[in-house]
Each structure stands twice: as structure tokens, then as C-alpha cells.
T-cell receptor
Framework: EDQVTQSPEALRLQEGESSSLNCSYT??????LFWYRQDPGKGPEFLFT???AGEEKEKERLKATLTKKESFLHITAPKPEDSATYLC?????????????FGAGTRLAVHP | GAVVSQHPSWVICKSGTSVKIECRSL??????MFWYRQFPKQSLMLMAT?????????EQGVEKDKFLINHASLTLSTLTVTSAHPEDSSFYIC???????????????FGQGTRLTVV
């Protein structure tokens, strides 16, 4: 069964304190792995797509990496505005549609 | 990026009534749209895949007679929650894919979500 597990469930950081969020996945063939940011009461906002092990992508203070079993979202010197829930999702090759299987997310709180 | 507009952003309805939620792709055509449901502090769960001009494909455990999906045009999909009950209260989110020439979605764009409360 295709599955995505994110850890930690919640993370509290001081402003400037770098850390990493983990996304472990079990999938019958990975078509793509996605990272999204979700603010309370809003829909997810796209951050990155990774396709193959070894791939890395960066955007401002965020950097996403991918291995064959997991992905990491590194947050460097976070600011309070980075506080949000970060969602990881995968699209497997199985099935006829490009549907996303989401993890439960990591709730990040960055305090001044 | 592409814009997906969802309406309404919140709705309160009485138990037993029906509620329609609209999802529009504003600046691109979406042959496929997806409907998700999200409970507090939980992840998005795919309910159904909406295909323009054909019947929706529902995920296991989702009642197709309760959650009616219509994808009448390349820019509009609707989700109607029929005979709503308090347990249907949730956050409903739609998404639309940008499909490349190879048929693979490089990213999905999400609407802002609809908070449904059934009283």
C-alpha cells in the first residue's frame, strides 16, 4: 500500500534556528514527490517537485532533497513567517491518474 | 503560477440540505480536477477525481450518491454534498493539474478550500 509518513508531527523553533523535516514514503514506483505549505484555513501552496534520488531544489530559506526512501525539507535560519504546516505528497506510477497521496504534515512554529 | 478559485470559502447549512462547492481554473484549462477532504490536524484525503465530460472516479469508501461531482467544462468542477449531516462538516479542497506533453503533472494547484459546517 502506498504510504507517506511525516515527522515530527509538530516542531517549534526559535527564529534563526535551522532544522529539517522528514518525509518517508513507501510507494510502488515513484513518479514524483511534492512539498506544499499550508496556512490555517487555506489550500496548500506548491513549493517543490522532486523526481529522482539525489535531486535537490532550493527556494529562499527552504531546500528539499530526495533519496529512494525519504525526502527532507531543510529550513535555514527560519523566520516567524515560515510558520505553517508543511505537507509532503507522492504520486505513484500505479493507477491511471496523477493523484497525490499526502502525509499528515509537520506543523512548524517559529518564534521570535 | 496557475490560479484555482474555490467558492464559497465557508458555508453553514442545516442538516438535510444540500450544498454546492465550485472549483474554477482561472487561467488554464483543467481536464482533470481533484476533490479532497481534510479534518482538523489531519492530512488531505482524496475523495474523487473529476474528469471533464465524463463521470468522476471515486476513492474507496466515498459515497458517490452523497458527494455528487460534475465537471461540465474545462474550467469548472462542482462538488455537491447532498443531504448533509453534521459528520460531513469538514474542509473541502479542490485541485487542478497542469499536465505536461508527456501526460505527467508537474504540480497541482489548489483552491483556497471551503469550510463546511452542518448544524
Amino acid at each position: 500500500e502506498d504510504q507517506v509518513t511525516q515527522s515530527p508531527e509538530a516542531l517549534r523553533l526559535q527564529e534563526g534556528e535551522s532544522s529539517s523535516l522528514n518525509c518517508s514514503y513507501t510507494v510502488s514506483g515513484l513518479r514524483g514527490l511534492f512539498w506544499y505549505r499550508q496556512d490555517p484555513g487555506k489550500g496548500p501552496e506548491f513549493l517543490f517537485t522532486l523526481y529522482s534520488a539525489g535531486e535537490e531544489k532550493e527556494k529562499e530559506r527552504l531546500k528539499a532533497t530526495l533519496t529512494k526512501k525519504e525526502s527532507f525539507l531543510h529550513i535555514t535560519a527560519p523566520k516567524p513567517e515560515d510558520s505553517a504546516t508543511y505537507l509532503c505528497a507522492v504520486t505513484p506510477f500505479s493507477g491511471g491518474y496523477n493523484k497525490l497521496i499526502f502525509g499528515a504534515g509537520t506543523r512548524l512554529a517559529v518564534h521570535p | 503560477g496557475a490560479v484555482v478559485s474555490q467558492h464559497p470559502s465557508w458555508v453553514i447549512c442545516k442538516s438535510g440540505t444540500s450544498v454546492k462547492i465550485e472549483c474554477r481554473s482561472l487561467d488554464f484549462q483543467a481536464t482533470t480536477m481533484f476533490w479532497y477532504r481534510q479534518f482538523p490536524k489531519q492530512s488531505l484525503m482524496l475523495m474523487a477525481t473529476s474528469n471533464e465530460g465524463s463521470k468522476a472516479t471515486y476513492e474507496q469508501g466515498v459515497e458517490k450518491d452523497k458527494f455528487l461531482i460534475n465537471h461540465a467544462s474545462l474550467t469548472l468542477s462542482t462538488l455537491t454534498v447532498t443531504s448533509a449531516h453534521p459528520e460531513d462538516s469538514s474542509f473541502y479542497i479542490c485541485s487542478a493539474d497542469v499536465i505536461t506533453r508527456t501526460g505527467f503533472s508537474t504540480e497541482a494547484f489548489f483552491g483556497q478550500g471551503t469550510r463546511l459546517t452542518v448544524v
